[in-house]
């Protein structure tokens, strides 16, 4: 029988949707442009070269290496681009996707990147052309609310402040801003830099649906004991004190 | 048993469930204006710089921030933050069940109202520093030890003073 992964312990719909986070099977709910997504980024204007570190690998001449030979290169390694960077800003506010959870989607389904989780915010380095096409799938997907997340490059604290009274993610810059019609216009790249033109990003998630799809547990929302009341806890906590056991025991050395 | 005495001043902090927008911090303090028996007031949020602060975008004008121009009690003056918390001292306890009621008129969304000390009484070294031996001490807790003295704005009767000077 083939091996399937499991990922994440639990019943609860926050266990539910972490599994599918870490699994990459993700609902697509929306699509923009890619070159929209480029100029978001602002590492390059949308149309332009990459620019590079090292010229493409078939040019360089690799050495005899048994590893190079079984593991083919992303394009953009291939190509020699740049390493550039993404990183989001989820709200606290059952935000669809947190830190951990965008990390371990780009650990476990993104090849050649490079994740770093840190408690607001989370950024992805992978060369240019594939951190393009992991931030457009992070735009496109269910990971993403356009008015509880945002791409910040800089100045990204907003994860644990209060919502704006329109719903919108506290942004100190001002890069997105919630339209007359009810959708969510990109305004800014990912530091501040005004964008020649506003970017639709679609309309934001109702309350309701934005806390079917977090992946957060909250005490007001789905906590990690699952259902309040239960006799059992879920077993997303029991795997949890499974595994603290287990490491406090490997820590634990009587000489 | 101590009595408390219903003459005294109260100081009170309101927290709305969420950052409120220019045109809704103007309604607010509007309502409490018209309530009365305010001894000071201070308006507390994050700050809304005027550009990038740092970054490669450093410098870009944040346009979105700038002239934030809100009008309370006739007087008009720029909003620095955006509102996330309100304290205030009034200057008895009957004008807080007005004070309740004027939240509830303004705000739309659900709010914290609570009585407590939020103020500090007694001089700090920062104080010292930014005011010198000032004689009035209403001023006390009514700008973040932070702040250049230049964020601050003091609205009274009279006038409304934004201090310039640069430390």
């Given at each position: ?25 993700l ?18 204007a ?5 620019s ?28 020699g ?26 650990a ?27 931030t ?9 609310d ?12 907003g994860?644990?402040?209060r ?10 810059l ?18 501040g ?21 977090t992946?957060?547990f ?31 025991k ?6 | 048993?101590v ?82 918390r ?36 007694r ?32 609205l ?5 003073t ?6």
């Amino acid at each position: 029988m083939a091996y399937k992964p499991q990922f994440y312990p639990g019943s609860t719909s926050v266990g539910i949707n972490r599994r599918k986070h870490m699994s990459g099977n993700l609902e697509k709910l929306r699509d923009i442009p890619e070159a929209d997504v480029t100029a978001i980024m602002g590492h390059r204007a949308p149309g332009a070269d990459y620019s590079s570190t090292h010229p493409p690998l078939k040019e360089m001449g690799e050495p005899d290496c048994p590893v190079r030979q079984i593991v083919a290169p992303t394009a953009g390694a291939a190509a020699g681009d740049r390493v550039r960077y993404s990183q989001w800003t989820d709200s606290m506010y059952f935000a669809p996707s947190i830190p951990y959870w965008r990390s371990y989607w780009g650990a476990i389904n993104c090849k050649g990147c490079d994740p770093g989780t840190l408690s607001g915010r989370q950024i992805i380095e992978a060369r240019e052309r594939d951190i393009e096409a992991y931030t457009k799938a992070q735009y496109d997907s269910e990971m993403t609310d356009v008015a509880l997340c945002s791409m910040r490059g800089c100045t990204v604290h907003g994860h644990s402040l209060r919502l704006e009274e329109n719903g919108m993610q506290f942004d100190m810059l001002a890069r997105t801003e919630m339209g007359a019609d009810g959708n969510v216009y990109a305004t800014k790249d990912q530091v501040g830099i005004p964008l020649d033109k506003k970017i639709n990003l679609g309309k934001p998630m109702t309350e309701a649906e934005a806390k079917k799809r977090t992946t957060i547990f909250r005490a007001d929302g789905i906590p990690m004991c699952g259902a309040v009341g239960a006799r059992k806890y879920d077993e997303a906590v029991e795997a949890l004190h499974h595994m603290w056991e287990l490491r406090s025991k490997w820590g634990f050395r009587p000489e | 048993m101590v009595t408390e005495s219903d003459t005294a001043s109260i100081q009170v902090e309101i927290v709305p469930s969420r950052f409120l927008m220019p045109a809704t911090a103007q309604k607010l303090l509007n309502e409490i204006y018209g309530n009365g028996g305010i001894t000071r007031i201070m308006v507390q949020g994050p700050n809304l710089p005027r550009s990038v602060p740092y970054g490669p975008g450093r410098g870009a004008p944040i346009d979105e921030n700038r002239e934030l121009l809100i009008e309370v009690g006739g007087q008009a003056f720029e909003l620095c933050v955006k509102v996330g918390r309100i304290r205030l001292e009034l200057e008895s306890d009957k004008y807080f069940s007005g004070l309740k009621a004027a939240c509830e008129r303004a705000l739309p969304i659900s709010f914290q109202i609570k009585k407590g000390k939020f103020f500090h009484t007694r001089r700090t070294i920062t104080d010292y520093a930014k005011f010198g031996n000032e004689e009035d001490t209403r001023i006390l807790g009514l700008i973040d030890p932070k702040a250049k003295k230049s964020k601050m704005a003091i609205l009274s009767e009279e006038r409304v003073t934004i201090d310039d000077e640069e430390r």
